[in-house]
């Protein structure tokens, strides 16, 4: 099976809903901010310890939560095949809100900024979290204006992840004994 | 306690029995399978075979109220899966999972124009049988053996017009027949306008016809499905 179709070499693409759009359309770089977002957790989840399978199948989930984000942001507004897509509901954004409870009661309390970095699974779940604050931001450019009620739950979703994703880092450094840098002003 | 997914009820996979085989040509034919009753499809959506380790997807060309499941299949003499298809004993249990994809009709003031290679007809079969009608239909194929259900297009169409890339010059074609591939006709034939275009077929066809839309009807919309 050939994975290319060369139906884009001109530049544009086409959404779900059937637009055809440029790729660079602030539709696509949404798109491509969450699968980008995807691809690093998935680099987070080949470093982590064998013995974390827990938390791979956790982050597996979250994988599979943004293949459901990117197939909404590929939907324009009011096209009946959103009628098909499985919703990122508020239950989504709770289930991590539990995560993040769980996991902030493994770590010490943080009073200051922290370098993002540490052992190499803490500085990937950084830069997840920095890409998911960049497509929260991508989102958000592509809201505005727009009334649809899914982007609401797609922004609260990420803003969630990306907390998620800050804790995670800590209890990736904790993992491994290596403990909290503190940014000296 | 982890974070349960989010779920995917198309991830549960679906048991149906194979109930019949009819060869529409020397090198495809139709089968049958039951439907299981907990399971629901949109008209143009496709199933995914799990096979021995092998995965190949295959859409729809039955009703969804249909009690009966049913696929249009090209035998390819490599191709491991279609070998097994076309030679499974009535009876043969096959495991499935879906329905999945999104090329279902959508419907709107546009005109829609389906364009079909091969057996990509199967779901635009699905749609016509579920009652779509109106449509300007395209089925490009080398020789008119291969129009499979014509009749049921012709029925549903406002126009339906088989392309015969491989008719000779000198050979008669059939009622409305055009002699050439589809994008010939689109670029020759289709006016000036905003359209639904739904393309299923070769990847080829899907590349040249959206270039050719981004060209010619650029406000219109695409929906493909890509057969491989």
Redesign the interface.
Same mark, same amino acid.
């Given at each position: 099976?050939?994975t290319?179709? %060369? !139906?884009g070499? @001109?530049g @544009?693409t086409?959404l779900? !809903?059937? &637009?055809?759009v440029e790729k660079s359309h602030g539709r696509i770089a949404a798109v491509g901010d969450v699968d980008e977002l995807n691809s690093l957790l998935g680099a987070l989840i080949a470093a982590l310890p064998e013995k974390q399978r827990?938390?791979r &199948? &956790?982050l597996? %989930? +979250?994988q599979?939560?943004l293949f459901?984000v990117g197939a909404w942001l590929a939907t324009s507004p009011g !096209?009946?095949?959103l009628e098909?897509l499985?919703e +990122?509901g508020p239950g989504?954004t709770k289930?991590?809100e539990?995560?993040i409870d769980?996991i902030e009661a493994a770590l010490p309390p943080l009073r200051s900024f922290i370098h993002p970095g540490g052992h190499p699974t803490a500085a990937w779940a950084h830069i997840a979290r920095a890409v998911c604050r960049r497509a929260e931001r991508q989102v958000l450019r592509l809201a505005a204006g727009e009334t649809a009620e899914q982007p609401s739950s797609v922004i609260a979703y990420l803003n969630r992840l990306s907390d998620y994703l800050f804790v995670l880092a800590r209890f990736c450094n904790t993992l491994h004994g290596i403990p909290d840098e503190v940014w000296q002003k | 306690?982890?974070?349960? =997914? =989010?779920g995917?009820s198309l991830a549960s996979p679906f048991t149906a029995e194979l109930l019949r085989r009819s060869w529409l040509s020397e090198k495809t034919f139709e089968l049958e399978l039951s439907r299981p009753l907990s399971f629901h499809f949109?008209p143009g959506q496709r199933i995914r075979f799990l096979h021995n380790g092998l995965e190949r997807d295959y859409s729809l060309l039955s009703r969804p109220d249909s009690p009966r499941l049913g696929l249009c299949v090209r035998h390819l003499p490599a191709g491991l899966f279609s070998s097994i298809l076309a030679a499974a004993e009535i009876g043969t249990s096959f495991t499935f999972t879906g329905p999945h994809g /999104?090329f279902?009709f959508?419907?709107s003031l546009r005109p829609a124009v389906f364009v079909a290679t091969g057996t990509g007809v199967a779901p635009f079969l699905s749609m016509t049988r579920s009652g779509v009608t109106g449509f300007t239909m395209l089925h490009g194929v080398r020789k008119a053996a291969e129009l499979y259900y014509r009749p049921d297009f012709c029925a549903a169409a406002s126009l339906y017009v088989p392309c015969l890339s491989h008719a000779s010059p000198e050979s008669a074609l059939p009622p409305g027949a055009y002699r050439g591939r589809v994008i010939e006709y689109l670029r020759d034939h289709l006016p000036s306008g905003a359209y639904?275009f739904y393309l299923c077929g070769r990847?080829e066809m899907?590349?040249d016809v959206?270039?050719l839309?981004?060209e010619r009807f650029?406000e =219109?919309?695409? /929906?493909?499905e890509?057969f /491989?």
């Open positions: 099976m050939k290319y179709v %060369g !139906s070499d @001109r @544009r086409s779900l !809903s059937g &637009e055809r827990e938390l &199948e &956790e597996q %989930g +979250i599979a939560d459901h !096209s009946s095949t098909m499985q +990122i989504r289930a991590l539990a995560a769980r | 306690m982890t974070i349960p =997914s =989010s995917n949109r /999104y279902v959508q419907g639904d990847r899907i590349r959206t270039l839309v981004d650029p =219109s919309l695409v /929906y493909a890509i /491989y």
